[in-house]
């Protein structure tokens, strides 16, 4: 069983571009959601795709953006980067209702300068 | 709001020494409660979930309770490689799927 991948692991960014990071779900799920993980603190969720379509989402501002792949793969876009936006960005997939047990990828790890 | 708060921020044990985490919970309806670990500059590694109070999981020298206010990560004759942040967070009703994370407890094992 292929559990969940991201890429990049690392990304260095100027403050004012964009980015863009993906996932890959583990095997079986179609939902895929975001947290962003900033230094010393739990993760914040910042949305969740099903089916093709965001499913919820945090408190985060309309420049996090994403899309979910007929495959399940995802990506989250960040456009006009900020210094605040240097966080761990991590993935996590599930099969929706149940036991909402949600399954963590690695991380990519953003710096913004 | 629906908030999540662990105690203590950070714990230093010596090898054998047992203890426990606290995962303390203020939210409208819970539906789940889970336990991650996380290593530095890894992602979180799901370890338990529980649903009901009185509800317990155990995992090697892990146990993990729940009651309807707070749950508890008891670590039994820890090992250095126990060493790693252990993170609580909630799924809670009219939540979708999100989970409300707390900022975790930061556990050291010495030999």
């Known amino acids: 069983e292929t559990g969940v991948t991201q890429s990049p692991t690392h990304l260095i960014k100027t403050r004012g571009q964009q980015v863009t990071l993906r996932c890959s779900s583990q095997?079986?799920?179609?939902?895929v959601s975001w947290y962003q993980q900033a230094l010393g603190q739990g993760p914040q969720f910042i949305f969740q795709?099903?089916?093709?379509?965001?499913?919820g989402r945090g408190n985060f501002p309309p420049r996090f953006s994403g899309l979910q792949f007929p495959n399940y793969s995802s990506e989250l876009n960040v456009n006009a980067l900020e210094l605040d936006d240097s966080a761990l960005y991590l993935c996590?997939?599930?099969?929706?209702?149940?036991?909402?047990?949600?399954?963590f990828g690695p991380g990519t790890r953003l710096t913004v300068t | 709001e629906d908030q999540v708060t662990q105690s203590p921020e950070a714990l230093r044990l010596q090898e054998g020494e047992s203890s426990s985490l606290n995962c303390s919970y203020t939210?409208?309806?819970?539906?789940?409660l889970f336990w991650y670990r996380q290593d530095p500059g890894k992602g979180p590694e799901f370890l338990f979930t529980?649903?009901?109070a009185g509800e317990e999981k155990e995992k090697e020298r892990l146990k993990a309770t729940l009651t309807k206010k707070e749950s508890f990560l008891h670590i039994t004759a820890p090992k250095p490689e126990d060493s790693a942040t252990y993170l609580c967070?909630?799924?809670?009703?009219?939540?979708?799927?999100?989970?409300?994370f707390g900022t975790g407890t930061q556990l050291k094992v010495e030999l």
């Open positions: 939210v409208s309806g819970l539906r789940g």
């Open positions: 795709y099903y089916r093709e379509e965001e499913n």
């Open positions: 996590a997939s599930s099969v929706p209702g149940g036991s909402y047990e949600q399954y």
């Open positions: 529980l649903y009901s």
């Open positions: 967070a909630v799924h809670v009703t009219g939540g979708g799927n999100k989970l409300t």
């Open positions: 095997s079986g799920h179609n939902t």
